[in-house]
């Protein structure tokens, strides 16, 4: 009889994901390209994007943005939603989108945070994982 061995394999960064139907989708830059299109298409405000590779293992990417209200929260995150599978084949998680406060969608290399303006400074979320300034020091 044959050991079965279970084992953890995480994607190298920038590989082609399979979707659930086992077809080639795309590099986790094409899905940051995706979602910064749609994203603009449907007018979110403040668009962040940040590079997480090599410092986080929750993804390559990450887009923090803004939507006006509730309803334009939700709409953002549902509109991405279907162009990712769509155009893409990427079966995204939305969590968050009951309230439309902030709604988080994972694609697996791309996370993506829409938020509502005051829940987004409320949270300060882009501090958190944007580069820190490098302070000056004082000349002598």
Partial sequence: MEDIVLS???DVVGSVRKSARGQSSATSDAILAAVLKSLEEDK????????LRGKSQIGDHMVICSGR????VSAISEKL????????????????????DWVLVDTGDVIIHIFRP????FYQLDQMWL???VPTQPKV
């Fill in 118 to 121: 005051e829940v987004r400074e």
């Fill in 131 to 133: 580069e820190p300034a």
């Fill in 8 to 10: 953890l394999k995480s």
């Fill in 81 to 100: 939603k279907d162009r990712l599978k769509d155009d893409l084949g990427i079966f995204s998680k939305l969590e968050g989108k009951g309230t439309g």
């Fill in 69 to 72: 209200s509730t309803r334009q």
């Fill in 44 to 51: 979110a405000e403040d668009v962040v994007k940040i590079d």
